[in-house]
C-alpha cells in the first residue's frame, strides 16, 4: 500500500502521547488507503467528547488525595460508545483517546453496534485498599454520570480493574437514577446480570486468533507471554488447556521460564497466592527483556503499550504475535517486523473477544433474558473468525499487512455510517 501518514513526532514525552501517535498513524494509513476527505479525516482523528476530572479519594489515615479520571467517546456514529475503564498510574488523557480510537475501530471490525469510548484514573490500585478503591470509584463514576449510561455510553474492565470495579460502577450509576440498571457496565459479577463467558472471553478469543492464524495443530507451539492479569494468564492457559507449551510468561515483578513448559495452572495459583508469578520453584527467573526475545513460535503481549519497539522488534523471534494487549507494537516496529516476515494478528481483531461478549452481556441484560455459556461462546467464535476471515483476504487481496488490512476494514465502516448519516449538515 501507498501511504502518506501523518509525520511522526521524533522525541515523545509520555507513554500515552505516544500511544496516540501510534493509533494516529494507523488511522492516517487507513484514511490514505480509502481515500478519505480531509474533513472526515479530522472528524475520525478526534474525539467526539473527552471529561477529565479531579477525584478526591478519602485515604484511611485520613488524607485526602486527588487523582485525575477520564473518559473518552472517540466516536459514535455507528452506536453508543463503548470502552474499558483503566487503573493504571501513567494513564493519561493521551493513551485514553487512542484507546478510545481503538475501540471504535475494533467494535466496527467485529460487526457491533458501538462506537468506541474508553477510561482511566491515574492511580495504583494496588497501593489503596479495597475500602478506598470503592470510594474512589464511585467518586470517578459520579464524575463522569452525565457521560455514561446504557444507550450512551457502556464501560467495562480493562487494566487495574476487575468485576467488582464493575458492580460498584452498577451500583453508583442505579443509586442515582433510582432503580438498578445493570445494562450501564459490561464485566459485572454473575450475580448483577454478568455474562457467561465474559471473564474469559479476551483470552479465549486470543486462542481462537492464535489458533486460525497458525494453521496447524497447537501441539508443541512454544508460546511467550507478557502480561500475566485477566487476559495474559487465561491466555496462557487456554493455549496450554489444546497442547501449546508455554515456556515464559511475566508480570511486573519479572519474568519466569522453563524450556519444558510451564503447569499454568499451578503458575496461576502460585500467583494468586503470592502477589505475582516470581519466585515460581519451578522456573528460572528471566528479565522483562529476554522475554521477547526467546526463541518461541508465538508471542503475546498482554499487558501495557508500546513493549515491541524499533529497539527490540529486530530481535524477537517469534514467527507470530497475537496483541492480547491494546496498542503493545509500535508502527516503527511493524515495519521490521513485516519486513522479517512476522505475522502480527492486531490488537482490534486479536482481542476483540473482550467486547464481543460484553456486547453480548449488554442485550442480555436489555431484554433482560440470558444465555448459557455454550450460546455465547458459539457467538464469540462466530464473530471472530468471520472478522479474522475478512481482515486475511484483504490483507492478501490488497498486500496490505494485517493490521493495515484491519483498520482499512474498520476505519472504512466507521467513515461509511458518517457518509450515510450526512456529513455536513
Ligand atoms: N480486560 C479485558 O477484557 C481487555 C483487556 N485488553 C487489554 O489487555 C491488556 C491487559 O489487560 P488486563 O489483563 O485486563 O489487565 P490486568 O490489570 O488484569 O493485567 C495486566 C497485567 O500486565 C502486567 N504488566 C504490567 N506492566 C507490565 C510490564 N512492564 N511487564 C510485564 N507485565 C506487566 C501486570 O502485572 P502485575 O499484575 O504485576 O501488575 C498484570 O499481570 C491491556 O492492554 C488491555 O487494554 C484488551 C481487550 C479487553
Ligand atoms: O468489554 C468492553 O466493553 C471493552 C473491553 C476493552 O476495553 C477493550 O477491548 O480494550
Keep these: 500500500m501507498t501511504v ?35 474533513g472526515l479525516r479530522t472528524m475520525l482523528a478526534t474525539p467526539r467528547r473527552s471529561l477529565t476530572v479531579s477525584v478526591p479519594v478519602r485515604r484511611e489515615d485520613g488524607r485526602m488525595d486527588v487523582v485525575q479520571g477520564f473518559r473518552v467517546q472517540h466516536n459514535v456514529s455507528r452506536g453508543p460508545a463503548k470502552g474499558g475503564i483503566r487503573f493504571h498510574p501513567s494513564t493519561d488523557i493521551h493513551e485514553v483517546t487512542a484507546l478510545a480510537m481503538w475501540m471504535t475501530w475494533k467494535c466496527a471490525l467485529v460487526g457491533i453496534p458501538y462506537g468506541g469510548a474508553k477510561g482511566g484514573v491515574a492511580v495504583n490500585p494496588a497501593e489503596l485498599t479495597t475500602r478506598e478503591l470503592e470510594r474512589l470509584t464511585r467518586r470517578y463514576v459520579n464524575e463522569i454520570l452525565p457521560l455514561i449510561g446504557p444507550e450512551k455510553d457502556i464501560p467495562a474492565p480493562d487494566v487495574g480493574t476487575d468485576e467488582q470495579t464493575m458492580a460498584w460502577i452498577m451500583d453508583t450509576y442505579s443509586v442515582n437514577a433510582g432503580y438498578s440498571v445493570p445494562g450501564v457496565v459490561t464485566g459485572k459479577p454473575m450475580t448483577l446480570g454478568g455474562s457467561l463467558g465474559r471473564a474469559g472471553a479476551t483470552s479465549r478469543g486470543v486462542q481462537i486468533a492464535a489458533l486460525t492464524a497458525l494453521g496447524r495443530s497447537p501441539e508443541g507451539v512454544r508460546v511467550a507471554v507478557q502480561g500475566f492479569g485477566k487476559v495474559g494468564a487465561l491466555a496462557a492457559q487456554y493455549l496450554s488447556d489444546v497442547g501449546c507449551t508455554v515456556v515464559a510468561v511475566s508480570d511486573v515483578g519479572g519474568a519466569v521460564h522453563h524450556a519444558g513448559g ?25 528479565s522483562h527483556d529476554e522475554l521477547f526475545e526467546l526463541d518461541v513460535d508465538l508471542l503475546i503481549p498482554a499487558a501495557l503499550e508500546g513493549v515491541i519497539t524499533a529497539a527490540n522488534a529486530p530481535r524477537v523471534r517469534a514467527r507470530l504475535i497475537v496483541e492480547g494487549a491494546n496498542g503493545p507494537t509500535t508502527p516503527e516496529a511493524d515495519e521490521v517486523l513485516a519486513a522479517n516476515g512476522t505475522t502480527v494478528v492486531p490488537d482490534i481483531l486479536a482481542n476483540a473477544g473482550g467486547v464481543i461478549v460484553s456486547y453480548l452481556e449488554w442485550v442480555q441484560n436489555m431484554q433482560a433474558f440470558s444465555w448459557s455459556a455454550a450460546e455465547v461462546e458459539l457467538k464469540l467464535r462466530d464473530l471472530m473468525q468471520g472478522a479474522y476471515g475478512e481482515v486475511k483476504s484483504l490483507a492478501a487481496e490488497k498486500g496490505l499487512t494485517l493490521r493495515q488490512a484491519a483498520h482499512v476494514i474498520g476505519v472504512g465502516r466507521v467513515a461509511e455510517a458518517h457518509q450515510m448519516r450526512g456529513l455536513y449538515p
Aim: glycine share 10%.
Design 4 to 38: 502518506m501518514v501523518p509525520s511522526r513526532t521524533p522525541a515523545l514525552i509520555t507513554p500515552g502521547q505516544q500511544a496516540l501517535d501510534s493509533a494516529l498513524h494507523q488511522l492516517g494509513q487507513a484514511a490514505e488507503h480509502l481515500g478519505l476527505d480531509e
Design 262 to 286: 510451564l503447569d499454568i495452572a499451578d503458575l496461576r495459583a502460585h500467583s494468586a497466592q503470592t502477589g505475582g508469578v516470581s519466585g515460581y520453584r519451578h522456573a528460572d527467573a528471566m
